[in-house]
């Protein structure tokens, strides 16, 4: 095991990805990487003819990276902020979504895209959007959502190797958290859950930051003897419903937590698809966790109030054991 | 603009006319041929085509080889088949068969065909733009000396796609040469009453690239445009643009009353038709007999003629294969 942060993962994850494959290359810098921008000079320093420093036009970007992807190369598109990638919609969802399916399977669009997405503290409407639940509405896109240093190393390897559009939604408030990476130095298979923490009360199923607070909200629970399971999709397409609803299944409770707004969300979703499968496993609601349907204020005390925390997971858990 | 200076290849050999003229004259017959299989209700949606705009298609596609690519537009049945896409399997596709080139799930304006390295026809407005600049890209990371083409409409030149890939197209040297085939119209409206500024060649120059007009009815105009354009971009140099004037004989899309095109406005450029041209080139020249051209046009329409027949009788895809290739 190593210890980096999430950031130093990330940079460490393209850097072995474009040294194991010659067509990795690298459109957008500095990654969002912030303080740790020095991080980026080891992209620079071994593959200055690979990484590019495009000019700011998110729709330009993608689709440049989506033309090169269908060309042959595998490149890895940097949107910056979550909030900026809606100017690159179309060029995700109508071209790069869409063209291996169009196709009957001969066009692969080996593209990477990712963006920092989330409330970041103190970037009001325009620079604190999630925009996993609106990807997540279309079929095509292989979408990760990492929560802890392993996973972004693990998954934005897997995102490089994979020959179909993948989309990494990394949380803003990740990038500076630090963890273990395991030296084996592998990709993570996209499509399987990672069962955080086992336990055999409640399951809790919470992606990217969300699945720190759901472990923190488990310590607490353990001390009232409550045992909570948390489970972390990893990648929200395609979705690994067998292991939520085997977690389901032996706990009988279910609580998923997502930052974005309640409406459309991620644990809306996944809300209705245990409903619909695993209804018999069920021996009480299902609780979810979200904002509250408004765009994020600016104010700090607003924005504490709106979003979840480990106390309103521990509520939603206990609103199960009622 | 003034470009360094690449040296153009010499003129085309008459076997190159000849070549170029059976193209136009194939992309003609297949037009009049989908235009009647929609109108009779036999295709899907709404299909757009590119009958008098042939001159276009074939004169720049004719300027470049296999390992270049193309990126095209909704217009562009004229673009697949120059670059040389089975007939009856364009033919299928535009019905929604399983025998199409996409097995039906593309349609007219998303057939994709990389053999050729054609990246597809495209449902919105500019979005071919960034995968030419894109395939660019990858040829150079790859160490190729491929070139790409983006065929665009002059309704794109109004989308802010089109100047942030030429921003990045100059500034990264990228092999891409930008055509604008203007036909007057972007869907249903006029460019004069949508396109600000005197000068739309203004719109590469500003990027400092070197940016022509070409006339756009005269296909060996078109093609010593693109040849010098794609010299330019194998060397190194970078983008070109080029807007090739032109007309659509029809309407935005098959059905379209056109009430706002007017007679003597139609009559000059049918006039112009850039078959007719070549024709009375070529024969004038004594590249070609009549009886040469005549042959040509029957060739057309037989190779037409199966492809409807094959794809109206080619089966529907089963509706059952929906969720095959949602992922690679």
């Known amino acids: 095991m190593t210890k980096m942060s999430h950031a130093e993962a990330l940079v460490t994850a393209i850097l072995d990805s474009m040294a194991a494959d010659a067509d990795v290359v690298l459109l957008g810098r500095p990654l969002g990487l912030g303080p740790q921008r020095m991080l980026m000079s080891r992209l620079t320093d071994r593959f200055e003819d690979r990484v590019y420093d495009p000019p700011v036009c998110e729709a330009g970007n993608a689709a440049l990276g989506v033309g090169a992807a269908m060309a042959g190369i595998r490149p890895f598109v940097d949107l910056s902020t979550g909030s900026f990638s809606f100017l690159a919609f179309s060029q995700i969802i109508n071209e790069a979504a869409v063209s291996n399916y169009m196709t009957a399977g001969k066009i692969p669009v080996p593209v990477t895209f990712h963006c920092l997405e989330g409330v970041r503290g103190g970037g009001a409407p325009q620079h604190s959007q999630n925009i996993h639940a609106f990807v997540w509405n279309t079929a095509g896109l292989e979408i990760l959502a990492p929560s802890c240093p392993a996973d972004m190393y693990g998954l934005t390897r897997a995102a490089l190797a994979s020959n179909n559009p993948t989309f990494i939604m990394n949380h803003a408030k990740l990038m500076a958290v630090e963890g273990d990476v395991p030296d084996d130095r592998a990709a993570i298979p996209i499509g399987k859950a990672d069962i955080k923490r086992r336990g055999k009360d409640v399951t809790i199923v919470a992606l990217s930051l969300m699945v720190g607070l759901a472990l923190q909200a488990a310590e607490e629970l353990a001390k009232e003897g409550i045992d909570v399971e948390v489970v972390d999709p990893r990648t929200l397409a395609p979705l690994d419903e067998e292991t939520i609803l085997a977690s389901v299944a032996r706990t009988g409770r279910l609580v998923v937590v997502d930052e974005t707004n309640m409406q459309g969300s991620i644990a809306s979703g996944i809300a209705g698809m245990v409903a619909e499968r695993g209804f018999r496993s069920l021996k009480a609601a299902v609780q979810r966790v979200a904002r509250p349907d408004t765009p994020v204020p600016f104010s700090a005390p607003m924005e504490a109030f709106l979003l979840p925390t480990h106390e309103t997971i521990m509520a939603a858990v206990k609103r199960t054991l009622v | ?328």
């Not at chain 2, 076997?15 to 295709?43: D, Q, S, W």
């Not at chain 2, 720049?60 to 909704?74: F, K, W, Y």
């Not at chain 2, 990045?168 to 972007?186: S, T």
């Open chain 2, 1 to 328: 603009m003034t470009a360094q200076s690449v040296k153009t290849p010499d003129a085309p050999a008459p076997a190159k006319l000849l070549e170029m003229h059976r193209a136009m004259v194939l992309i003609r017959r297949f037009e009049e041929a989908v235009r009647v299989l929609a109108t009779a209700g036999a295709v899907p949606g709404l299909v757009h085509l590119c009958a008098g705009q042939e001159a276009t298609n074939v004169g720049v596609i004719a300027a470049l080889e296999p390992r270049d690519a193309i990126a095209s537009h909704h217009r562009g049945h004229g673009h697949c088949l120059a670059r040389g896409a089975p007939v009856d399997g364009l033919m299928a596709e535009i019905l929604g068969k399983e025998t199409g080139m996409c097995g039906g799930r593309s349609g007219s304006m998303h057939v994709i065909d990389l053999e050729r390295n054609n990246l597809g026809t495209n449902g919105i407005v500019g979005g071919g733009i960034p995968l030419a600049a894109g395939a660019a890209l990858s040829a150079r990371a790859r160490g190729s000396d491929a070139a790409s083409v983006c065929f665009f409409g002059d309704g794109a030149l109004n989308q802010g796609l089109l100047h942030e890939c030429m921003n990045m197209a100059a500034i990264w040297k990228l092999a891409v040469v930008f055509v604008c085939e203007n036909n007057g119209y972007g869907e249903f409206t006029a460019i004069d009453d949508v396109t600000a500024g005197p000068s739309l060649l203004a719109r590469g120059e500003v990027f400092g690239i070197p940016s022509s007009m070409v006339d756009g009815m005269d296909v060996r105009a078109v093609h010593e445009a693109a040849r010098g354009a794609v010299a330019r971009a194998r060397a190194g140099q970078g983008p070109s643009f080029i807007i090739c004037n032109t007309w659509r004989f029809g309407g935005h899309h098959v059905g379209d009353k056109q009430d706002y095109k007017d007679d003597a406005e139609a009559r000059a450029w049918r006039a112009r038709d850039p078959i007719l041209k070549s024709a009375a080139q070529l024969q004038d020249e004594g590249h070609a007999s009549e009886a040469d051209l005549r042959a040509v046009e029957h060739e057309a329409d037989a190779l037409v003629k199966r492809a409807v027949e094959a794809a109206r009788a080619a089966p529907e895809p089963a509706p059952q294969r929906l969720l095959e290739h949602v992922h690679g």
